[in-house]
């Protein structure tokens, strides 16, 4: 069946080129996409999943604010009744260059099942969102 | 308001500057006249406009950073080492982006948590939520000018305040901001508030006060083909005049291929004075400032540098007066205050290597220029045409009609049918170019160069191919 | 045996071979059968004149690092570096300075120091103290040709002890080097010695083994005005030509003004088809090779950086098919392996980004292109004149007679009567020219450019200014 | 009186460039200058201060073997009865980026009075000569 998966960027963040560009690639994947885009508030990203059925969200956060804006999100899915959904976020998700397993660890306490470095390859967010959500890989 | 391009009326103005100054509290603080006095007080060195002016009559090519944190004291620092250890021409505030779209309670916790964590949790400085008074500490910590840089559809009352804290210049306009940085704005709230920063900066102007106003043309920074990038930079520039506005510089971002970035910074000024004078308009001191590559940066430390030098490099080839600069951290975040430092002496030193240095202008670099031109005022031409004359209301219907469009834009008031892609040699052509007036010969000239790289790489030029140049020179060189 | 510029006899040869082969041990290690059956066993892309032809033929500029150390396993991993990390198309082995002035009893010391201190004690790698079959676990640890780099005026011994090892290039010749690095050699030996090894080079080519030769050009590094880079680069591909050598990359030092560098390097192999075609050689390979900036560097890294892409450009925009690499470390020591493999890398993606663009000549760059071809011909020409025909016999009267001259150079056979220094644009001209055999146009032209400079700055160009320009874009641009 | 300088580039090191200016600048400011230029022995060294009855031996060192070919000079002097007199070094004087304290340090421990990182200002190497060899100085 086919795996339904929320995609957006949170925040005040305009950064839309990787957003369309991983839509895309998820849709060649074989994922039903709903890209709600940019400048999407962590309400947004529940409703949209709580409407759509989805099997995870997919938060982009490029700007520096991901820190900010994705505090408390993963108690508000579960207050929402949405406990259990995957969630996943990727970007350049803090300000500055920090050590990036500090900052992994950070978005993991906070709740997030997957978190990605700046300029990740696409491939490995799909095959790992595949293995996540028990989709067989051709590879 | 009716939108239009003529000039605000003092009473319309006043009636909008006191909606602005009551946006936040410390809006409250801005005394006009006090400002005004403020800024006679200061030395020529520390006026964006002047500095500016100089340089363009030498020939120079001024260095100019962005950087913004979200502490004043640690701002003091940033610009003080991108001064004394980059040898930045021109200093810069970037605000964060909770500013930048007036979420003045969110930039106070960022503030505060930014405190509480030691380290800056802000994108940029709120200087909204300071105001004036704590932001003119640092103007006087530093020997050059300022310029407020706020990628922002709302930059009235952030105008006001760096203004009132004695900045001298203003990065952004109506269109482009309102285009790549916000969502869903309608065009024509974007024109009118940057409408209000024109007529914020031509007050001053009438007082003595030169603030001097820039564009940023570079849109959303992804492959924009300067034919589009050079018609919003003369449609902006048009509607800055209309507000009174006698000093500007435009924008443009790289593309990283040598002979076509050149040849648009080499037709820029050309096309802007050609419309203003056709406005009536004959004073307009204009320069030209060239972004250096504004998307995906590779991340390798070593191939930054490249493209920063590089940067500079087109900068004196193209006989630009400004150039905005990068840094070896681009890919990853927010720079260190040296990393930013970094990027502006190694473009300094380039510069400076160059010697002045222009590209010489043979056939294919003419060619160039002649097809910008025309791509750009076939667009232009259009706006003014669906305006009826009016520049303001042009671009409004021109956007509508997809007469001009802005390619991998996030607001949904552009169409984005216009789609970018490498030529064989390197220059950003359109892979589709959606409703943008233009004629057979543009159409042929492009169709005709994406066939050469069709044929030289026996690929399709498609749609994949066009997200593969977006990410092209962040791709590892090894 | 007499100089001249015949090739050397078999006979001669096998004498000279034996006395050069018995100089350290090792040298009896080389099996000249077995030596031909190695290289025709490696793959192509390990042949250096191989790759440099495709490239030269592609238009594509290859990255060419320099490097050493003293240990062989550290080597290894310094050539992976450049390569993994770097991206260098073409490898290097520096020697060591022991090496270079066949002090192998010090190179030994350093070898053993090395290995005790545990940091490199000698400034390349020892290779003659090693022997062809240490050294073999070099070019089989790596993917890419391998080039002998020893700035010596005696490539006897280290040339033999190279290419039995399976370096396919071989870099230094008989005016280049004897002048700039050694005190006290005459130029008559300085050629015998490098007619050996192209001898040697061409008497492997006959076994199917092609050797690349490749001439420094550099010279002392130090602002050399490219007419005389040029008349060197000549007179000693005439040199090789004599002993039969047919593949040979002629090379020179960027001097930082982009008119005139490129414009060098654009007449240079013209210079030099024109002579060999002269004596009747019409078959000879040549690629061009530019080496980034020679002299003194900046310290500060991002300064450096800066140098390092610029000559990058420089290499395209005058279509150099090989380009000689420094790094961030130059003003300080040998660089880490990291670093020399960071200068690689900001080079390649320098030269990705240049998308083969190459610079537009216009009456300006035309014009130095036509004085340096004037100037390097006068010198040529004389030099061939005072030979009565002989290069060999002419290079050396040339150099008595101050017809040759080289700037700052170390040898007391130079004159260094000839001083450089830059006019109002930056081009390399001459505060005195000494006794080189300039006729009227070009003293003229000279001095009017020179003139330039003093109006332009309201400064005596005097030998102070001279020195200054050698320190010019070492001092920090801050 | 004027005082003698030994100056030259010690090993085999061809680096002339530094050695011609310094040696011209040496001389502006008023010292009797013996250059014996590049390819310098250390004998060479002990020799001409002996000829010349020199004050100071300034070695150059640039291509990295400084601290192979400086080794047991002072003892060499001090043998030849010149244990007095003032020795100063500069250049590239070791291989590769060092961290100067400690290059530094091992010369002063080989017997060097005075010892320059690479790219020193020739200036100070002047005014710390008259100030080490008693000559005022006018600044
Ligand atoms: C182009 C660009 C812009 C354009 C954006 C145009 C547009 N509307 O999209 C413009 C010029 C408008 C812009 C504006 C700003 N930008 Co910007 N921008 C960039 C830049 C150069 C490239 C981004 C890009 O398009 N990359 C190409 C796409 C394909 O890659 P991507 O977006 O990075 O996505 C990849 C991964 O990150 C990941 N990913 C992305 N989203 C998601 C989502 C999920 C779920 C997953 C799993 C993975 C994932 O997968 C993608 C493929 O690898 C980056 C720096 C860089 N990368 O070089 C800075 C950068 C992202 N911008 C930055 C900033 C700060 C801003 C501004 C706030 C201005 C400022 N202060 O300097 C404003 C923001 C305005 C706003 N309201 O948001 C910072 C963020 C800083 C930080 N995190 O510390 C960066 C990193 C630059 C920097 N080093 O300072 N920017
Ligand atoms: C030009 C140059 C050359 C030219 C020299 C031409 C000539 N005959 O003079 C050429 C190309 C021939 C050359 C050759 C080599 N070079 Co070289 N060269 C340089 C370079 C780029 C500039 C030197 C220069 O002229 N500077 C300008 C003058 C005015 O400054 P200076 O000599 O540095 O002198 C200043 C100070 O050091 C100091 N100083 C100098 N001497 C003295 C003496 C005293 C008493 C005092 C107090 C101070 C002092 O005062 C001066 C003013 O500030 C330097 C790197 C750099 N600095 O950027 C490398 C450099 C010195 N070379 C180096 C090397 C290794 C070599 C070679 C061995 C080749 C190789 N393996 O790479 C050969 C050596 C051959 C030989 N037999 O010696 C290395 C030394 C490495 C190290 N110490 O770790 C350097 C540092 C480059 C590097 N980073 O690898 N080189």
């Not at chain 1, 709580?50 to 508000?76: P, R, V, W, Y």
């Not at chain 2, 005049?241 to 971002?253: F, I, T």
Request: hydrophobic share 40%; proline share 4%; glycine share 10%.
């Amino acid at each position: 069946m086919q795996k339904t998966v929320i995609l957006g960027v949170v925040g005040v963040d305009a950064h839309v080129v990787g957003n369309k560009i991983i839509a895309q690639a998820l849709r060649d994947a074989g994922f039903n996409v709903v890209n709600i885009g940019t400048f999407v508030s962590q309400e947004d990203f529940i409703n949209a999943s709580i409407e759509t059925n989805a099997d995870a969200i997919m938060i982009g956060s490029l700007c520096g604010h991901g820190e900010l804006d994705c505090q408390g999100f993963k108690e508000k899915c579960i207050e929402a009744g949405k406990g259990n959904i995957h969630l996943v976020v990727g970007g350049n998700l803090v300000v500055g260059k920090q050590e990036w397993g500090s900052v992994h660890d950070r978005f993991l306490k906070m709740g997030f099942n997957r978190v990605y470095p700046p300029g990740v390859a696409i491939k490995t967010v799909i095959s790992d969102l595949k293995k996540d959500l028990g989709i067989a890989c051709e590879d | 308001m009716e939108l239009s391009n003529k000039r605000w009326s003092d009473a319309c103005f006043k009636k909008e500057r006191e909606k602005a100054l009551s946006l936040w509290p410390t809006g409250r603080e801005v005394d006009t006249e006090e400002v005004i006095a403020y800024h006679l007080s200061l030395p020529e060195e520390k006026n964006y406009g002047k500095v500016v002016r100089k340089a363009k009559l030498e020939g120079h090519t001024l260095v100019q950073p962005r950087g913004g944190v979200a502490l004043i004291d640690e701002h003091i620092k940033l610009l003080r080492c991108l001064q004394d250890e980059g040898g930045a021409d021109l200093l810069p505030a970037t605000t964060d982006t909770y500013t930048r779209n007036m979420k003045f309670h969110e930039a106070q916790r960022g503030i505060e948590e930014s405190i509480a964590t030691g380290r800056s949790m802000l994108n940029g400085l709120p200087v909204v939520n300071y105001g004036p008074g704590k932001v003119r500490r640092v103007v006087e910590a530093v020997d050059r000018p300022i310029m407020a840089l706020s990628g922002t559809p709302f930059p009235r009352l952030t105008s006001e305040i760096t203004i009132a804290a004695g900045f001298s210049g203003y990065l952004g306009a109506g269109i482009s901001y309102p285009c790549s940085y916000i969502k869903s704005m309608k065009l024509e709230e974007g024109i009118k508030n940057y409408q209000y920063l024109d007529r914020l900066c031509s007050y001053y102007a009438e007082h003595g006060v030169l603030i001097h106003r820039e564009q940023p043309g570079f849109l959303t920074g992804t492959l924009i083909p300067p034919g589009i990038g050079i018609a919003v930079g003369v449609l902006e520039i048009l509607l800055a005049a209309g507000q009174g506005v006698r000093h500007y510089s435009v924008g443009l971002a790289q593309n990283l291929d040598v002979a076509q970035d050149v040849a648009a910074l080499r037709v820029y000024e050309e096309v802007c004075q050609h419309y203003l004078k056709k406005a009536g308009i004959n004073d307009m001191f204009i320069s030209v400032a060239t972004h250096q590559w504004m998307q995906a940066f590779p991340p390798h430390e070593a191939e930054a540098f490249s493209v920063i030098v590089m940067g500079a490099i087109i900068a004196v080839l193209g006989g630009a007066t400004q150039v905005i600069t990068k840094t070896s951290h681009e890919a990853i975040g927010i720079p260190s205050m040296e990393a930013n430092a970094a990027g502006v002496r190694t473009t300094r030193k380039a510069i400076e290597m160059m010697r002045k240095f222009r590209l010489p202008l043979d056939d294919e670099v003419k060619g160039e220029m002649e097809m910008i031109r025309k791509e750009a005022m076939a667009i232009i031409d259009k706006a003014l045409e669906l305006g009826d004359g009016d520049v303001a209301v042009g671009v409004v219907r021109g956007f509508e009609a997809g007469a001009i469009d802005i390619p991998w834009a996030p607001n949904v008031h552009t169409r984005g049918e216009v789609i970018p892609v490498r030529d064989g040699k390197g220059a950003v052509r359109y892979l589709r170019t959606g409703n943008l007036p233009f004629g057979k010969e543009i159409l042929e000239y492009n169709a005709s160069k994406i066939k050469e790289r069709e044929e030289k790489s026996a690929v399709n030029v498609d749609y994949e191919l066009a997200c593969y140049d977006i990410l092209e020179i962040c791709k590892p060189c090894v």
